[in-house]
C-alpha cells in the first residue's frame, strides 16, 4: 500500500472532519443535534452498513479469516482490560478513574473513524473484518466495562445492540451464502454509505465543542493516547504475524487496533458520572493525535506483516 494513498486517505478525514468543526463553531449543529446524529448512525446507519457487505461472495478462507480476526480482537481487549484493572487496582486508584482508563485503553473508535478510513483504504474487505471488531466490542463494552462503570453484575440484555444483531446477521448471510434482491441492496448500501460523511462530520462537531487549549494540557490523557494509539498496536501486531490471514488483512485489522479511544466510553463516563472531563479530553486528545500516530503504525505494520 502506497503511503501517499494513506496520507491521502487522512486528508480526506480530516476535511471531513473541518466541515464538522466548522458546523459546530457556527452553530449549525448544537451539542443536542450531535447527539441526536451520533444515534441516528449508531441505531440506524451503521446496521446498514454492516448488512451491506452481504453482497460479497465469502468462501470458507474469508470466514476462517473473520473468525481468526475475531478471536485476535477478544484477546487484545481482554488482555488489556485485565491489566488495566490490575495496575489500577494496585495502585489503590479511585473505582471511576478504574473505570475511565480500563474504557479508553481498551477500545478504539473502530466504527466512526476505523470504518470509513478501512473501507478507503482496503474495499469491501474492511466491513467483513469491522464485523469481528464489532462483535468483539460489543460483547466485553457491555458486559465487563458496563459493569465497571456501573459497578454492577452483568447484563447479557446490553448485548442485543442494533450493530450486533446486525453483525451476527451478516455473519449469517455470509455463511449461508444469502444475498438481498438487487433493490433492496441498493437501498441498503446506499443508506449504509452515509456512515463516512456523518460520522466523520459528528467528531468534527465534538471537537468544537471543547476548549482545545485546556484539552491540549491534559498530561494523564497523553500517556493514555500514546498507549491506546501506539503501544497497544504495536504489540498486537506481534501477535497478528501468526495469524492464518494475507497481508491487507493483517494490515487492516491493525488499523482498526490502532484507532483512538472510542467515543462510547466518553459517553458511558458521563451517564455514570466516572471522570467524565478526564474521559472527553482524552478521547479528543486521542483522535486529534490519530492523525500523526496512524501512518507509523501502518509503516511498521507494512514491514512487520
Known amino acids: 500500500m502506497s503511503m501517499s494513498l494513506v496520507f491521502t486517505q487522512i486528508l480526506v478525514i480530516l476535511l471531513y472532519v473541518l466541515v464538522g468543526f466548522g458546523a459546530g463553531k457556527l452553530k449549525l449543529i448544537s451539542p443536542e443535534q450531535r447527539r441526536y446524529l451520533s444515534g441516528l448512525c449508531s441505531t440506524l446507519i451503521l446496521p446498514f452498513t454492516i448488512l451491506s457487505a452481504a453482497s460479497q461472495e465469502v468462501g470458507g478462507r474469508e470466514m476462517g479469516g473473520m473468525l481468526a480476526a475475531l478471536a485476535f480482537t477478544l484477546a487484545v481487549y481482554g488482555c488489556v482490560t485485565a491489566l488495566s484493572v490490575a495496575v489500577h487496582r494496585a495502585r489503590k486508584a479511585p473505582p471511576e478513574m478504574t473505570a475511565a482508563a480500563t474504557g479508553l485503553l481498551t477500545y478504539p473508535n473502530c466504527t466512526f473513524l476505523g470504518l470509513p478510513l478501512c473501507r478507503a483504504l482496503f474495499g469491501d474487505m474492511a466491513v467483513l473484518y469491522n464485523a ?46 444469502l444475498h438481498f434482491p438487487a433493490p433492496v441492496q441498493t437501498v441498503v448500501s446506499g443508506i449504509g454509505s452515509m456512515i463516512t460523511p456523518l460520522s466523520l462530520i459528528i467528531i468534527g462537531v465534538m471537537l468544537s465543542e471543547s476548549a482545545l487549549g485546556t484539552v491540549l494540557r491534559q498530561g494523564r490523557s497523553y500517556l493514555i493516547a500514546a498507549l491506546r494509539n501506539l503501544a497497544i498496536p504495536l504489540a498486537g501486531m506481534l501477535i497478528l504475524r501468526i495469524l492464518p490471514l494475507d497481508a491487507d488483512a493483517r494490515l487492516c485489522v491493525l488499523v482498526y487496533l490502532a484507532c483512538p479511544c472510542a467515543t462510547l466510553t466518553s459517553i458511558y463516563a458521563i451517564r455514570y458520572d466516572k471522570a467524565p472531563e478526564f474521559c472527553a479530553h482524552t478521547v479528543i486528545l486521542s483522535t486529534l493525535l490519530f492523525a500523526g500516530t496512524l501512518p507509523i503504525i501502518i509503516s511498521i505494520g507494512q514491514s512487520v506483516l
Open 132 to 177: 469481528s471488531a464489532m462483535i468483539a466490542f460489543n460483547v466485553l463494552f457491555f458486559s465487563v466495562q458496563h459493569s465497571l462503570f456501573t459497578g454492577g453484575r452483568m447484563d447479557p440484555k446490553n448485548l442485543l445492540t442494533p450493530s450486533m444483531v446486525s453483525t451476527l446477521a451478516l455473519v449469517g448471510m455470509l455463511a449461508a451464502k
